[in-house]
């Protein structure tokens, strides 16, 4: 129904940046919020950040300062800019977007498939 690819992920070291992205596809009517998780090793699945469709933005204290959420509705599309990456920042990055579908009443959330994020000390 509705896929949620990701990209941007990979190794990099302590103080570096990346950018994650994530495309919505399928049978969309409109896109309510989207955010990023996060899971490390042994740990349970955490909220990063999530943005509003009008853009209203929201962090975890961890990264606030350091990360930023954006998004184009027209694309479809929502990004994560991760600056100062610290090595307590490896994890799976998960995307999710709460989503109204085309054809079923109700909102429905949906997530990717997850992107590796690793930083070195």
């Known amino acids: 129904q509705v896929q949620l690819a990701e990209s941007g992920g990979g190794l990099v070291q302590a103080g570096g940046s990346l950018r994650l992205s994530c495309a919505a596809s399928?049978?969309?009517?409109?896109?309510?919020?989207m955010g990023w998780y996060r899971q490390a090793p042994g740990k349970q699945r955490e909220l990063v950040a999530d943005?509003?469709?009008?853009?209203?933005?929201n962090y975890a204290d961890a990264v606030k300062g350091r990360f930023a959420i954006s998004r184009d509705n027209a694309k479809k599309t929502v990004y994560l800019q991760m600056n100062s990456l610290e090595p307590e920042d490896t994890a799976v990055y998960f995307c999710n977007a709460n989503v109204k579908l085309t054809f079923r009443s109700g909102a429905y959330d949906f997530w990717g498939q997850g992107t590796q994020v690793t930083v070195s000390s």
């Open positions: 943005i509003t469709s009008g853009g209203r933005t």
């Open positions: 399928g049978i969309i009517n409109t896109i309510n919020a």
